[in-house]
């Protein structure tokens, strides 16, 4: 297609980085913001018309006001960055309405979501994708290209995270603190597991060669939030009463039908810096995050790390070595706009998505899959076969030009 018009629903914080990296992207047109906020909404529309284009219509009233921007407007793609409850309706009622579909991580929170969207993607042939930003930041995609050429050999195990201390935000009072925090009184698992497991699936060919076969997952105690309701809320606060359920610290192994394994954690209750580990071991070597490093065996010294910046000058990933996108990207940056890029580059191309709907619901159903392991005492749960099989058929990607 020669543009793709959108309508975007939530523009909150993460919605209108989209909203904007979208503006700089040729061919991309914001045609209707959808936002229970009028503010957020009207934010997102003065950025659009700040950017010379059309002012969009507004969807503006109530919380399913959604279906009726799906059902009345002329639109390609329907881009959801709402709460983690609201990607699946949004993008059932896209592609029922002939949308292509969008959303933030994860796409869904359930197994039965997740068999909804690949049913619905595949009932009305539409692309219905996880816009994992974190496999398009330049050590994920170098890992990919050394993955892809050889370097680490066979690849055989790898570890993911989200490790990201959250208490301040979500007892924020705006932003996510008005959604995130409930989860915890209810799920215990692994709520976020994409960022950590979408990189790793691109290397390990997850319904392309292998899949995902089955995870057990433990918990700590839940502590990190009631510390935090008592050291930094008002005694009169009605939240120093909350209770919690999500442990603190969740880690989770996953084993591929090829017998790979992976460790997958979720922190996001205790004092600790950013991580998202990101390590893949292969036949010959290993790669290694936060911070970022590489061993191959025969070019780095026995038994040491080298700085990850030594192989970017042989092993950066043609998407980001590339000018043109460089040029395209007026400031914020690095994996998120290249994913928005890559999504509207493939749309308009005509060409295959990074992923497809069969990834999303592999991913996401990460999440009540470890919620079920948990609550098991750790026991083994089979993860479905979203691909009814086509995996075993379906040929690993090559890597993308820019
Ligand atoms: N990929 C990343 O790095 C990244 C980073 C931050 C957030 N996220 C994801 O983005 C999504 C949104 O997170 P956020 O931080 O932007 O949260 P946010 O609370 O800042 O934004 C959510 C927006 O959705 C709106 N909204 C809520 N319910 C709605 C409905 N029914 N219809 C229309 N609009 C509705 C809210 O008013 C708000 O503007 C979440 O899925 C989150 O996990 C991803």
Redesign the pocket.
């Known amino acids: 297609m020669d543009r793709v018009r959108i309508g975007f ?7 209108t980085t989209h909203v904007e990296n979208l503006l700089d992207i040729p061919g991309a047109e914001l045609h209707a913001i ?4 009028e503010g ?1 909404a009207q934010n997102a529309a003065d950025t659009v018309v700040k950017a010379g284009q059309p002012e969009p219509t507004l969807y503006i009233r109530g ?4 279906e009726r921007m799906c059902a009345e407007a002329d639109l390609d793609l329907v881009f959801t ?4 409850e ?2 699946v309706p949004v993008m059932l009622a896209a592609m029922h309405n002939g949308k292509h579909a969008a959303t ?2 994860p796409a869904a929170m359930t197994l039965d979501d997740c068999w909804r969207i690949v049913e619905a993607a595949e009932k009305y042939r539409k692309h219905c994708l996880l ?1 994992e ?1 974190c496999s398009y930041d330049r050590f994920e995609l170098m890992t990919l290209n050394l993955v892809r050429q050889g370097v680490l050999g066979e690849v055989l195990h790898g570890e993911g995270a989200y490790l990201h201390d959250l208490r301040e935000v979500k007892f924020a009072t705006d ?2 603190g ?2 995130r925090r409930a989860w915890a009184h209810t799920h215990n698992g692994n709520l976020y597991p994409t960022h950590g497991l979408g990189p790793i699936a691109n290397c390990m060919d997850i319904n392309r060669g292998d899949r995902f076969q089955s995870i057990v997952s433990m918990s700590s105690p839940s502590r990190g939030l009631q510390l935090w309701q008592q050291e930094h809320l008002e005694a009169d606060d009605p939240r120093r009463r909350e209770r919690y359920v999500l442990g603190d610290q969740n880690v989770s192994l996953i084993q591929t039908a090829k017998g790979r394994t992976i460790y997958l954690a979720h922190n996001t209750h205790s004092p600790r810096p950013y991580s998202r580990l990101q390590l893949i071991q292969g036949t010959r070597g290993i790669v290694s995050g936060w911070p970022y490093r590489v061993h191959i065996e025969g070019r780095s010294p026995a038994h040491e790390w080298e700085p990850a910046e030594k192989y970017y000058p042989e092993f950066e990933h043609p998407l980001w070595r590339s000018q043109r996108i460089q040029e395209m990207d007026r400031g914020h940056g690095g994996m998120d706009f290249l994913e928005d890029f890559r999504l509207i580059e493939c749309l308009r191309q005509g060409e295959p998505t990074d992923t497809t709907v069969y990834d999303a619901a592999a991913i996401s159903s990460m999440v009540e899959l470890s919620i079920r392991s948990v609550a098991s005492g750790g026991k083994p749960q089979e993860v479905p076969d979203f691909t009814r099989g086509k995996w075993r058929q379906w040929e690993p990607w090559g890597i993308v030009e820019g």
């Open positions: 629903v939530g523009v909150g914080g993460q919605g959808c936002d229970i906020v957020h919380p399913r006001d959604f960055a709402t709460p983690w609201w990607h933030e991580v816009m930003n932003g996510e008005l959604w």
